[in-house]
């Protein structure tokens, strides 16, 4: 009797436990913050321009029924929720808009889940473009998003 409690101590210490996580793979690199030109800058395929204030990436349209979010990295788990994956990840992401001037400290973030005061902070706008057969196509990013308890695509307002 003690050598099978023994034997059942010792697979229960060593069997590793429900919550313990496998070992994660070690991140891929960080792109780097290259400069292209006086007011131009990449980091990975975001494009940063200074001098206008723009930031520019390359996305992809998820099939996403019922938002969250707008975007999400492509390394993020949400694009079930999002209407479009952008080809960055989040630190990069984060290093183009401060090299645009963006300051976290303005930044209000919400402090629960449908949190009753709005975010603030620095004030951005969003568009999307892509080509078509009779040009580029420029939009805000509101066109593109549709509530159907108003039937409407939202209506032109602040991001930060």
């Known amino acids: ?7 059942l101590l010792a697979v229960l210490v060593s069997s590793p436990s429900a919550t313990e996580q496998p070992p994660a793979a070690p991140a891929p690199p960080l792109p780097a913050v290259t400069r292209i030109d006086k007011d ?4 990975g395929r975001l494009r940063i321009n200074t001098k206008k204030r723009e930031l520019s990436m390359p996305a992809t349209v998820n099939s996403a029924l019922t938002l969250e979010f707008v975007a999400n990295t492509r390394d993020g788990l949400k694009a079930y929720e999002s209407a479009l994956t952008v080809d960055t990840d989040a630190i990069s992401f984060n290093t183009a808009l401060l090299l645009l001037g963006l300051d976290p400290k303005n930044a209000r973030v919400p402090t629960e889940h449908f949190d ?21 196509k420029h939009v805000r990013v509101e066109e593109l998003l549709f509530d159907r308890r108003t039937n409407q695509t939202l209506p032109e307002g602040p991001w930060v």
């Open 1 to 7: 009797m003690n050598l099978a409690f023994i034997l």
């Open 40 to 43: 131009l800058y990449a980091i």
């Open 116 to 136: 009753a005061i709005p975010p603030s902070g620095d004030p951005v706008e969003m568009f999307v473009d892509w080509p078509t057969a009779k040009g580029q």
